[in-house]
């Protein structure tokens, strides 16, 4: 898939995108910006528990991610959708 047109505006340190309206959205994070925001714990970790909670909404095979065209290049991206009760 391609990152929506609305989400492509130049952006200083970005984190990533998102795709969906509000109430229906699905953050789109870079590995750094998922290990920031993640409060230390290592990437193995976050993963698995966003994976374990439901939260990683797309993935390709053997992945945890899923590749998008994004206006840099294609990317790997977590694809993170919160549980509509954790909110």
């Not at 929506?4 to 130049?10: F, I």
């Not at 789109?28 to 528990?49: H, P």
């Not at 998008?68 to 977590?78: A, D, G, Q």
């Amino acid at each position: 898939g391609d990152i929506p047109e609305a989400n492509q505006a130049n952006v200083r340190d970005r984190a990533g995108w998102f795709k969906g309206n509000e109430g229906d959205r699905t953050f789109l994070f870079m590995k750094a910006a998922l290990m920031e925001a993640g409060g230390g714990f290592d990437q193995k970790r976050i993963t698995q528990a966003l994976d374990r909670a439901g939260w990683l909404s797309e993935k390709d095979t053997g992945r945890l991610t899923h590749k998008v065209r994004t206006p840099m290049s294609p990317m790997n991206l977590y694809h993170i959708q919160p549980a509509e009760d954790s909110l």
